[in-house]
Nanobody
Framework: QVQLVESGGGLVQAGGSLRLSCAASGRAFSRYAMGWFRQAPGKEREFVAAISESGGRILYADSVKGRFTMSRDNAKNMVYLQMNSLKPDDTAVYYC???????????????WGQGTQVTVSS
């Protein structure tokens, strides 16, 4: 089992940057693909980015390509999401998730953090 705790959210102006972190506890972290998802009020949870177990493959949603960068440090059991050129549409609760396969679907992830709020003002 994996426990996940996100941090790094906050309020930022449009065009600014934030770095989200996800700390994982539990064994075998390096065996899990990791994902970032987000959910805005009144909307479904959506895929943002995902990274393979080794970090060798990374997927991004079209809406964040070129602006967001996902990475992981298996030695520290950490996952990161560097978010640059933020837009008001990026406002959402951001969730870290762990799953057995690298995928864009919410259903493919077994473990979830509690989320961290990101608010981008115009």
């Amino acid at each position: 089992q994996v426990q996940l705790v996100e941090s790094g959210g906050g309020l930022v102006q449009a065009g600014g940057s934030l770095r989200l972190s996800c700390a994982a506890s539990g064994r075998a972290f390096s065996r899990y693909a990791m994902g970032w998802f987000r959910q805005a009020p009144g909307k479904e949870r959506e895929f943002v980015a995902a990274i393979s177990e080794s970090g060798g493959r990374i997927l991004y949603a079209d809406s964040v390509k070129g602006r967001f960068t996902m990475s992981r440090d298996n030695a520290k059991n950490m996952v990161y999401l560097q978010m640059n050129s933020l837009k008001p549409d990026d406002t959402a609760v951001y969730y870290c998730a762990a799953g057995r396969i690298l995928h864009v679907s919410v259903r493919s992830y077994d473990y979830w953090g509690q989320g961290t709020q990101v608010t981008v003002s115009s």
